[in-house]
């Protein structure tokens, strides 16, 4: 019965930056692997970034050298640090969790966040 809660979200323009949280509810973030992902109207959603338990980190091309995911297991969160923002980047951020690492990064976590939208203006 696991939840997880993003927040952090909002509006920045073209080449400013954002800090998005996860954090859970009712369990420690310390039992599972974490993502990120996005989605933008009219697109599939798409891998943002992954971390593992231990500390492993995974991303998609086009947020790689960008965006830095990191955790604190002590604190139960997840973080997604987004520079240089692009107008590109504009979707909604959700949160994920399971238990495997891999199942993370292919998209097939059995927990998922309400998501946090983020806008990046021109």
């Known amino acids: 019965q696991v939840q997880v809660v993003e927040s952090g979200g909002g509006s920045v323009q073209a080449g400013g930056s954002l800090r998005l949280s996860c954090t859970s509810t009712?369990?420690?973030?310390?039992?599972?692997?974490m993502g990120w992902f996005r989605q933008a109207p009219g697109k599939e959603r798409k891998f943002v970034a992954a971390?593992?338990?231990?500390?492993?980190?995974t991303y998609g091309e086009s947020v790689q050298g960008r965006f830095t995911i990191s955790r604190d297991n002590a604190k139960n969160l997840v973080y997604l640090q987004m520079n240089s923002l692009k107008p590109e980047d504009t979707a909604v951020y959700y949160c994920?969790?399971?238990?495997?690492?891999?199942?993370?990064?292919?998209?097939?976590?059995?927990?998922w966040g309400q998501g946090t939208q983020v806008t990046v203006s021109s």
């Open positions: 009712g369990r420690t973030f310390s039992d599972y692997a």
């Open positions: 994920a969790a399971d238990m495997s690492f891999s199942t993370v990064v292919a998209g097939d976590s059995g927990i």
């Open positions: 971390i593992s338990r231990s500390g492993f980190r």
